[in-house]
């Protein structure tokens, strides 16, 4: 089967300091990769790296059909930047913070996208919200701001709109890390559903528990470098000490 998503030899530094020294990874399409390392690992920035938030300084992505060489990207600024694009088109991102407009009401954050950006008919763009909003349960919510929302429902509101997109992988910066304690199940549940509805998912998360429930392939990353892979044995067997000591802290910490 061909790999979805292509990672190969990942790099980027902030000022003098590596952050990525050389991250490869593949995801076939309709599994679960969970990233999972300490914090200043690097793992938001893979995330961002995979639709250029963050300009990786070498390595090569690749989703689909679109890919881009950043060791050598092309010198034609108007080549670079549809580049760019095609790979932000096949890609959806979900961040910490819910970043929906405050302006806008719940089904007015879904439809910006698909019709400002991607030029699809308002009608069947509003068709699309109303269903994704009953997927993660706010049917009935589509006229409320966010501000009107506990912050589990803007986040079901954040992954409802990375999906409006139709993107080919999710990407999921530790979706429940700004949440309480009591609203991290709801949000979770709703990425449980997407796992299991085969979407191809990329999720930064310190919820270990989780990860095993939803990884088909696990990735801790360490100091920059992905210290250990595998599947969701990782996360009960791990061969690599590092890696038990970090899973340890963890849930001793949940």
Do not use: C
């Not at 300091?17 to 690097?42: E, K, N, Q, W, Y």
């Not at 360490?222 to 038990?244: F, K, M, N």
């Amino acid at each position: 089967m061909t790999d979805l998503l292509e990672v190969r030899d990942l790099r980027k530094s902030f000022g003098d300091h590596p952050v990525l020294r050389g991250v490869d990874f593949t995801a076939t399409a309709g599994t679960a990769t969970v990233i999972l390392g300490p914090s200043g690992s690097g793992k938001t920035t893979v995330l961002r790296s995979l639709n250029v938030l963050e300009t990786p300084d070498a390595g090569v992505v690749r989703i689909d059909d679109a890919a881009l060489d950043f060791a050598s990207p092309p010198s034609d600024k108007a080549v670079y930047r549809r580049a760019v694009r095609a790979l932000r088109a096949r890609s959806g991102m979900v961040f910490q913070a819910h970043n929906l407009f405050p302006h806008k009401t719940v089904i007015g954050n879904l439809v910006e996208g698909p019709v400002q950006v991607q030029r699809r008919d308002p009608d069947e763009a509003y068709a699309a919200a109303r269903d994704l909003l009953d997927q993660v349960g706010l049917a009935g919510r589509e006229d409320a701001y966010p501000s009107q929302l506990s912050g589990g429902q803007q986040q079901r509101v954040g992954i409802a709109r990375a999906l409006a997109l139709r993107p080919e992988v999710l990407l999921l910066d530790e979706p429940t890390s700004a949440l309480d304690p009591e609203l991290v199940g709801e949000v979770l549940a709703v990425i449980r559903d997407l796992a299991a509805e085969n979407w191809t998912l990329v999720i930064v998360t310190h919820e270990v528990r989780f990860a095993r429930d939803v990884a088909d392939q696990v990735l801790f990353l360490d100091d920059g470098v992905i210290a250990e892979r595998g599947g969701a044995e990782v996360l009960t067997d791990p061969r690599e000490e590092r890696t038990r000591r970090f899973l340890a802290r963890m849930l001793d910490a949940g």
